[in-house]
Structures are given as C-alpha cells and as structure tokens.
C-alpha cells in the first residue's frame, strides 16, 4: 500500500531548531520523529511511501536513503531550485507536493494515506482506511476531540451528523466553535482526488483543495477516532512532547539506553561520579555525555550526546541537545538548548554568541572558554530572566 509523508516545510515556529534540522528530523529521544511515522506506516502495511522535501532536504534523504533499513521504500520528489550551484528549496504546497508526484508519473493508484512529518501518532491506520472505504469517501480527514478550552490552538472540522464536512474554523474563540473535532494532518485520498487540484502552481490541502471539495459538493467525510496525537509543530509543543514522553504519557516510545538507577537512563559510556551528582529522575543523559561532580539534573530532562554539564549548573525540565555545554553554575529551568541558543518553554529565544554570553553555553568541540569575572548566581539570573523574542 502506498502513502505519502509531507516534509517540505520550513518550520519556521520551531525555530531555532529548525536553522539547521528540517522538522521531520527533530529528534524524540535521539529517534527523528518520521522514523516513527515510517514504523506506523509499515505496520499497517504502507510500505511505498514518498516523501516530499525541500528545506534541508539533503538531512532528510541522507539519514532515511532508500527506506531499506526501516522495512520499507521510499522516494523523494524535491521541490525547489538550484542557484550559484546551491540547492534552494521552494515548497509548493502540501496539494502541490502531492500533484508533482502524480503528474511525473501517476503513484497513487489506490486508497493512499497523507502523514504530516511533525507527529507522533499511534492510530489505527487500518482501521481509519475502512471506514475511509465505507463511506465512499474521495477525501477523509482523520480527526480527534479536543477539550472546548484548547480549540483556539487548532483547525477544527464541522461535520453533519454523518460526518460529511460542511466547513473549517481556523483556531476559533472558544465561544465560536462549532466543534471540539480538530484537524490532525492525517489524510485518506482515493487517486480521483488529483482531478481538483491544478498542476504546477502552489495548492494547499487545508487553505485550497479542502474548500475546493466542500464547494463541489464532492464526497469529503471527517472520521473521528481516539488516538495518541502528539504535536511538535511549535517549540512549546516538542518541549511539551520530551517532557510527556519521558514521564510516560506517550505510548509506544521507550526511553533508550540503560536504566543505571530508578527513572535515570543512559547511552554508552557517560562519564559521572553518581555519588557526587545530584540527578532526579526521569532523566535521559546520552552516550559520551560527561556530567561533573556537584552539578544537577531534576526531571523530566533529557541531555543529548557528548554534552557536558559543568559543576554547580542545574538542569530542571530542560531538554539539551547534543554537544552543548552548560556552564559552572548555569541554572536552567523550563528550557531548551540548541547549538547558540537557549529558549523557554513558551518559544522565547536568546541567541548566546549574540548576546556575549557564549562563555555560558558553548559546544564541547570547542576549547574551554573562559569565564569573565561574574558570580555563579549573576550567571543564573541572566538566563533566567532573559525576555528575548524569537
């Protein structure tokens, strides 16, 4: 069976993650979130999948290749141009995507599943297609009840009672909506479906061809299913999805390497004198990662690969990407660092080499700065005061 995995986006809200790394490849626990959507995928029994890509493309093809490793096959429609010999990327829309595919040589034959790449989901594909099947339906979006008080954060779907769509609402008032069912990104198409959306021009499947099929009249149902959706389409999001993860609340994602003491899992060969450490689980500190006498990690916190935390610094629900080193006496609390930058959990950023402040958190490749002559505790309030704008 074949499907479809949109990953040309930019992600601009997940910025700064996302100067570097396209979407699909921000990691939950070290594992990129497609490689989860490909492990669903194959389960139920997708296994041609094609992956639209554009920003950072090369990171995306490069770590998944053919597919072969992962159980499945996979192919590339790139979208964008080459300019002074640089690849330039230049999404065409998420419809767009799927009709360059269909227009270079007709793939979608059959009923084809649309995964956005920016979710973890545990759905029953399967189960979603037969009922995609039984209503005889040209386009099903695949939809999921939210509380009344968290509908102004996302698409919601107003359906008749039979469940045909009869129009959008996009992040509505509470006092607005129409519905509580929103929009998860997860689409069933039968292959009539390339007969409303134009060739070589930009055409989105919520903002054009979802309008489109509702002013048709045409066949468009929204099925409701209850179901794991975890969201990182903005940082708080994936903030929200490390700390969710690791305390549990998502299923089917185990928390990698060894469990050396209750709640506290490692990769190989991370250097710390338990003794002399003060860690609360749950905690992740990844391979190669050195954790100096007298600093502390409260949990949920994950420390990526080859980080280094310096004696005195406090890691608290934080999430530290690879290579990072926090500082002596660095407080961190209900942050993220990535690189250069350091971000709260409600997406407000500061860039550290801009600010000067590189000497707090810095790349353990590079040399041991050194430190200007300011007491640990200024050092704390600096971080944690910071108001930045992204």
């Known amino acids: 069976m074949k499907a479809m995995i949109l990953a040309a986006g930019k992600g601009t809200r997940v910025r700064p993650i996302t100067y570097t790394i396209p979407k699909p490849m921000i990691p939950i626990l070290q594992k990129p979130v497609m490689?989860?959507?490909?492990?669903?995928?194959?389960?139920?029994?997708?296994?041609?999948?094609?992956?639209?890509?554009?920003?950072?493309?090369?990171?995306?093809?490069?770590?998944?290749?053919?597919?072969?490793?992962f159980g499945v096959q996979l192919a590339y429609s790139f979208e964008g141009f080459i300019q002074d010999g640089k690849l330039v990327g230049k999404a065409i829309g998420s419809a767009g995507g799927m009709k360059k595919i269909q227009d270079f040589s007709p793939f979608f034959d059959d009923t084809f599943i649309v995964l956005c790449g920016d979710a973890l989901i545990d759905l029953d594909l399967t189960e979603a297609v037969r009922q995609h099947r039984e209503k005889g339906s040209i386009a099903t979006i695949v939809m999921k009840s939210v509380p009344l008080m968290q509908v102004p954060s996302y698409g919601v779907v107003v359906t008749d009672d039979n469940g045909r769509v009869q129009s959008f609402q996009e992040k509505p008032a509470v006092e607005e909506a129409l519905s509580t069912n929103i929009n998860t990104g997860i689409y069933i198409f039968e292959p009539e479906i390339f007969d409303y959306i134009p060739s070589g021009q930009e055409f989105d499947i919520?903002?054009?061809?979802?309008?489109?099929?509702?002013?048709?009249?045409?066949?468009?149902?929204?099925?409701?299913?209850?179901?794991?959706?975890?969201?990182?389409?903005?940082?708080?999001?994936?903030?929200q999805a490390i700390q969710d993860v690791l305390t549990g609340k998502v299923k089917?994602?185990?928390?990698?390497?060894?469990?050396?003491?209750?709640?506290?899992?490692?990769?190989?060969?991370?250097k710390v004198n338990w003794d002399k450490v003060n860690i609360e689980g749950p905690v992740f500190i990844g391979g190669m990662a050195h954790i100096e006498d007298g600093a502390t990690i409260i949990g949920p916190s994950a420390i990526g690969r080859n980080c280094c935390i310096c004696n005195g610094a406090v890691v608290d629900k934080s999430v530290i990407?690879?290579?990072?080193?926090?500082?002596p006496g660095v407080r961190l609390i209900d942050k993220l660092v990535f690189g250069r930058y350091c971000v709260d959990k409600l997406g407000a950023s500061i860039d550290m080499q801009a600010a000067a402040l590189d000497w707090l958190i810095t790349d353990t490749r590079q040399p041991i700065p050194a430190e200007p002559p300011l007491e640990h505790k200024a050092i704390a309030e600096l971080l944690e005061q910071h108001a930045a704008t992204p």
């Open 321 to 327: 990407f690879e290579y990072s080193r926090i500082g």
């Open 252 to 270: 089917g994602v185990k928390i990698p390497g060894q469990e050396v003491k209750p709640g506290v899992f490692t990769g190989l060969n991370v």
């Open 35 to 69: 490689e989860f959507l490909l492990e669903l995928l194959r389960n139920h029994g997708f296994d041609q999948i094609m992956v639209n890509v554009s920003h950072l493309a090369h990171e995306i093809e490069g770590y998944f290749q053919d597919g072969q490793r």
């Open 206 to 239: 919520g903002g054009d061809l979802f309008p489109k099929l509702v002013a048709a009249g045409a066949p468009f149902y929204g099925i409701r299913m209850d179901f794991e959706w975890v969201d990182i389409g903005k940082v708080p999001d994936y903030w």
